[in-house]
């Protein structure tokens, strides 16, 4: 089977089982569910809730063995999660809380009202309240707020077939057993050992010669971005977080790295179309309210930049009562501005994203937009001219005014827009921010101007 | 050290490092280079070759230990790989080409020119050749181009101590260890079993007890962005691939799912702003001309829709001529409606790509985007009624004129910008397609026959 077939046997899957939930057959609903992984009972719990509501996603969650419905929960997203944990008994939200994977169980109390979040930590044991409230209490963007203590540690003095017992004994508890980290000194992080390391090595070698002291390591308040970074470019597992005195205080795994990838990208994509939202709401989940408070700023931002540029137009009141037909170039030069704009924009932004351009690059960025501009200017240009002779039949000259003023906005707007998204990063303003709304604000102002101004002088007329 | 504090450092290395090697202190730059870990060694090298040219590049890296060169080596962007190729001796290419994992050896199989891959493959053993050249023949983008067949596979009948030693055995050549595969007659794909599990259990457990039958897999010719897909959804460390007779005939690993996100995001950003780029080369190392070839085909588009927006707005003419203020407006109007449309396309191609809308909640969206669009329709046609009249001192019937065709175009742009990455996306159209180009274009020639219409009914100007 390919994928598209498996997807769409899965599709049939859940309209059966919504069929037998809406007919109120749970046990044989809830069989149906149960012949699917954890994962996919998140999701086809999902559906059951948007289709039939909360109060059947409750009764069919309640019905599955606790152990599966732990981890379905954890893979529900958050809204769900809430919308479950509200219709439970505090028995039930207890047991789950408790069976949480450490990370995931930080990630609900973060989205639960404060006094569910109480009531959950009073039967919470005192040094595992303690530790949870240290974890609330990192910042939602850095590191901390990703990590889970339970890791794997390990003494340097240990033989590997002490090692292996330990983890043994440990491996059911711990985020991941494939890294392991060695502590000195209580908590001082020394070195990191791998389980393939282990598994390859004789019984009775020390874990010291085998662990690797040069590892990489993050700090617990630095920016989930640099860590995603980290992640990229090492290929890790699991990478360590140690604070300020090189303590380790936990250790952040893959899987949660991709979910971070997958926010910081929709959020640079949002900014560069002039949506600011700092929520990871899904589309479908956010209010037309939210949704147009995160839209209007940059609305109204473009808008009163429009009025500008429609304030220069009107200076040259007299050139375009006299040639009418000027009016109808001007939406040309003014997009074509906009969009040359935006694709340099856009590339410039993706690769220092990427990392592919450095700011040390300006120069070369500039010098390459340059030439790149100069030949889709004259292209462009051409085109124009022909249009503005041949088929509108106007004077040469007009079309020459086309022509002059087409390459000279390509060229602006090239370089503009490679060279505001390198400004802005360099200024440590988010270069996402320098996208299509700004620059195509920044080159219609620009576009109006040459425009009109060449037109002027070209046709002689005066201002 | 923070990791702010970590990329100072490692940028002042870099540049200690390149003074040595101008002064052609090789032996100390070498000694400064391995002060590093592969991966930074591989940035190292990059910044070298940029810098300093290939001569240099080549000295250092011959220079290298034989096994560091080598993981130095697959770590280098795939351009830097062909330029080092080309001025090393043959031998020293068989030896990296020989030491490189598998898939790491297709990667620069694929980027040769055929002759030295030629000469490559003559040295390698016929079981290889052979298996090295059905590698070579998946499509670039599909789950076979980016499979390892260097994997740990066991027997059902193995117990947990046989499946350990043949792990400690194999466990140096494989390309991961974390979860291992079980085969049974001959290459069908039974069962995976993580090593976790194997090291949890008791010695005398039988694989078969152990192994999950009930695993994901892909299918060799499945597109890698579903794969990635895939990865993101289950948060594996390797999924199995196997071919249409479910014989398993590789694996891959989450490191090169995480290029493959990256790529396919990189195409989606590029293609939502109107550049058509099918090659992965980074922006620096494109030409000029591949740049400018990448950009023109929109550009020509757009730029003929905005000639007949052009040529719309001309049989206006006469509303133009007795009313020259409404020229001002006309930018004001069409840039909102492509900003508008442009956030709403925005939002649901990204929706769409991370699997947060469905093409089934066509209906949710529209009505959504639909009185988002009165909500912003009406602040913005308020504040710019006030312009319009307080600032401008105009007639109230042309800031009526404003108001109304700011309404309607933003719930127009917002339609179509919702709606339109959709239809697409039904019709086997990449969505991507749809973003600001596209739907500026369109709401381009909406607005202005809107705004021009609307003026002539309103001022009572036959056309």
Known sequence: MDTDMKTQQFDEDVDKILGLLQEKSYFKARDEILKHNEVDIGEILEEVLESLGVEKTIIIFRMLPKDVSVEVFSHLPSDDQVTIVHGITDREISYIIEELDFDDKIDVLEELPANIVDKIL??????????????????????????????????????????????????????????????????????????????????????????????????????????????????????????????????????????????????????????????????????????????????????????????IILRFETVLAQVIILVSYLPLLMSTGGNT?????????????????????????????????????????????????????????????????????????KLLGSLLPMAAKKLGIDPALMANPMISSLTDMFSSVTFLLIASLLLGITL
């Open 122 to 311: 009073e039967n919470t044991p005192k040094e595992e309240r303690k530790l949870i409230n240290t974890f609330l209490n990192y910042p939602d963007t850095c590191a901390g707020s990703l990590m889970t203590p339970d890791y794997i540690s390990l003494q340097e003095t240990m033989t590997v077939s002490e090692a292996m017992a330990h983890i043994k004994h440990e491996g059911m508890d711990s985020e991941t057993v494939y890294t392991c980290y060695v502590k000195k000194g209580g908590r001082k992080l020394d070195g990191i050992v791998s389980l393939r390391a282990l598994v390859i090595a004789d019984d009775d070698m020390k874990i010291s010669e085998l662990m690797n002291t040069d590892y990489v390591y993050v700090n617990v308040y630095d920016d989930q971005e640099e860590v995603a970074e980290t992640f990229k470019k090492y290929g890790f597992l699991a990478i360590p977080v140690v604070d300020n005195e090189h303590r380790l205080v936990g250790i952040i795994t893959f899987d949660d790295i991709l979910e971070v990838i997958e926010e910081e990208t929709t959020e640079d994509i949002q900014r560069m179309a002039g949506v600011m939202d700092d929520s990871d709401t899904e589309y479908l989940d956010m209010g037309v309210f939210r949704h147009a408070r995160n839209r209007i700023p940059w609305l109204v931002f473009m808008n009163i930049s429009a009025m500008i540029t429609g304030t």
């Open 341 to 413: 704009g935006s694709q340099a924009a856009t590339l410039v932004i993706r690769g220092m994203a990427v990392d592919d351009i450095d700011l040390k690059d300006a120069l070369k960025v500039a010098w390459k937009e340059f030439r790149i501009s100069i030949i889709l200017g004259i292209s462009l240009s051409i085109l124009n001219m022909a249009k503005v002779v041949f088929i509108d039949g106007q004077k040469v000259i007009i079309g020459f005014t086309v022509a002059l003023s087409m390459i000279i906005i390509v060229v602006f707007a």
